[in-house]
Structures are given as C-alpha cells and as structure tokens.
C-alpha cells in the first residue's frame, strides 16, 4: 500500500480445472402423462426416459460457446485500490474504488487465453450526522468485460480485491433473482442500500437496510447502454456484533421470484 494506506496494489494468481458433464442420452425416470401422479401411490407408472440434445451441446456445435469438454483455467491478476472508508467492515462514509486485471494464458498452463476486467466504486455517505447516529446512503456500480477464447463458465467470475462475486442473480448482485441468473461476456450491475440503525444494547446494533439492485449483461462491451435492465428490491436486518461482525438477512423480490431469503455474515459492499 502507499499514500498512507489509502491506494494499494494486489497481486495473485489462479490455478484451476474445470469439469464439464452434459446430460445428452442420459436415462431418467419419468412420470407418465397419465398414470403417474394417481391417488394409488402403487399405482403410478414412471417411464425410462432419455434425454436428448442440451441446449449447451447445441450451442458447442453451433460455436457459440468456448469450453464445452471443461479445462484448466490459469490466472494472472493485479488490481488497483482506492480506499478512504472511516470503517472497513460497516463504513459511514468514504470511497472505495478498485479496478482488477485477470489475465488466462497457455504459457501458464491454461487451455483458454482471454482478459478480464472489473471496474467497482462504493460511496458512503451520512446526510445527517447531527440528527441520526447511524443514517447511511451506500451504493456500488460495477461493470465486468471478458475477452478472448473464455469458457463460458468463467463469464460468472468476478475478481474483487476483497472478495469473489459470482453473476447476476444472487446475494451480492440482483437479490431477489436466482443465482447466476444472468451471464455474458459484459455485466454491469448496482446496488443501492439505506443503513438506518433503530436500536441498540450493549455488544449489538440493530438496522434497518431497505434495498434496490439493479443490472443487465450484454454480448459485447461495445453494446452496453442505460435500457432494459433487470431490477429487484427488498428489505434487511443488519446486525452489528461488537461493530466489525456484521450479521443479516435480506428478504428481496422480482419479476421472476419473490420473497427470497439471504443469510450470510459481512455487508454485500
């Protein structure tokens, strides 16, 4: 780190396999349209059934996807951070910025050759220090573009200086969507939290976070506009343990699904 702290540099590496499994051919037991959901459990027939041609076996023989047998996977990464949060673990005000650099290439071993780059920024703000002690605005924007011959598995895969972000859709994307919902080559999302703290006794804090995320991906970077973005809301429970360990729950709705759970330890940013 350098500036007293508030830039730093981060290096790493990523060494990893793959291992793809299509379903083509593959026999499972079926229900019979007709006699296989009767009152008589006895009675109801399943029926071998063989599965045929996946849309991920499709779209390898079309060629539009890159890693269908699976593979090693071998990183370089660097990434650049700027930091001036008064608090890491639930800041009240601040800036964090970071842009991170992966880099897959044969002469490491990797089967894939491509680059990928992530841009975040995160802005805490109190409006009113004077009236209410804990009363944050936080919201991050991130956008992700992948390069090259990538698997299409690796499109998830977002390297954070201080943590690993997997697709749109999910706890630290688009709550309120499935895991991974959303994949592609460029993703760009945000999230929007108010963090009001409404009680308080000894060794616990408690707030309330209503939420709004957003985001969408595209084929290519070049494509990337401000129309048709998915978009998902909520509300949560923060719960400060001795100030750094953060507990909550979040409950977030979509068009697609609603009231969806999360529970997990630490801020989402």
Known sequence: SFFDGIMRAVFGTRLSKANVKPYDGQIFEAKDPYYGNTDIAFMNVNVPTVQGTTKLTEDAEAKKISGYNGGYINLLRFGLVYDTRDFEPDPNKGVFAEVTHERAEKAIGSDFQYNKMFYSVRVFYSPFPKVFEKFVLAGKLSFVNTKGNAP????????????????LGGRTTLRGYMQDRFVGPAMGFGNLEVRWKFYEVPGFAFNLVPFFDFGRVWDRAENASLKDYKYSAGVGLRIAWNQSTIIYVDVASSRENSGQVYMNFNHIF
């Not at 977002?158 to 997997?166: F, L, P, R």
């Open 152 to 167: 299409f598995f690796e499109y998830r895969n977002m390297w954070g200086t201080e943590t690993n972000i997997s697709g």
